[in-house]
């Protein structure tokens, strides 16, 4: 039973295509994260919520927008697809935080591959 | 501002040597949870291990080991005896109170242990 999983695990398009990338956690985390793994294996956060809302947006394009349905889930959905959005996409989620004087790890989904041609 | 530095970009050893990864830290926040991640070629993040900030005791687990210290912001990860499945990369991460909601990744060390 997979803890966090997102759909899909690879994803090829065209530039100026709309796509969206579903996550689902079953751990009954409060926080889930979309990350986003470039060439070189740098691991950049791109947004974070918390209880459904949106606590972290790491100036990213707003042709990308999450959506938070409920606690459990987190899709991300991009517009207008871009070559330089080429990346693995993880979602992860934890629970707690460093302010609450505890946190878990973050659990990270497998990743989606996302090729823009 | 937090930062998490992992100097080593690459490291080959041979199987059976040990190796030390480096990770060094800063943060201006008292309570931070530190963590290290292993991605294999496959491309999954694998959980290592949580410390916490008032918790500098070293720890231990199989050919791991890992060693906190405060007073030089490192977090260095050891594997005695490496083996083959070890190469990976590995990651350091840091969330701070500040920061809550954020895991902030070192760049990444790469490490091919040869046979």
């Known amino acids: 039973d997979t803890a966090v999983s997102q759909t899909p695990k690879y994803l090829v398009t065209q530039m100026g295509n709309d796509k969206s990338i579903k996550c689902e956690q079953n751990l009954g985390h409060d926080t889930m994260y979309w990350y986003k793994q470039d060439s070189k294996k740098f691991l950049k956060i791109m947004f974070s919520y918390n209880n459904k809302e949106l606590i972290i947006n790491e100036t990213v394009p707003n042709r990308f927008s999450p959506k938070s349905p409920d606690k459990a889930h987190l899709n991300l959905h991009i517009n207008s697809l871009e070559l330089g959005d080429s990346a693995v996409y993880f979602c992860?989620?934890?629970?707690?935080?460093?302010?609450?004087?505890?946190?878990?790890?973050?659990?990270f989904g497998q990743g989606t591959r996302l090729t823009v041609v | 501002a937090q930062k998490v530095t992992q100097a080593q970009t690459e490291i080959s050893v041979v199987e059976k040597e040990d190796v030390t990864l480096d990770c060094v830290y800063e943060?201006?926040?008292?309570?931070?949870?530190l963590f290290w991640y292993k991605q294999p070629p496959s491309g999954e993040l694998v959980f290592l291990i949580r410390r916490n900030s008032f918790d500098e005791q070293n720890e231990i687990s199989g050919r791991y080991s890992w060693n906190f210290q405060k007073s030089t912001s490192s977090f260095n990860f050891t594997i005695t005896a490496s083996q083959v499945v070890d190469s990976a990369v590995y990651f350091c991460a840091l969330s701070e109170a500040e920061g809550t909601y954020k895991y902030i990744f070192g760049t990444g060390t790469r490490l091919k242990v040869l046979a």
């Open positions: 992860a989620s934890s629970q707690g935080g460093a302010a609450l004087g505890s946190l878990t790890e973050a659990f």
């Open positions: 943060t201006r926040d008292t309570t931070y949870y």
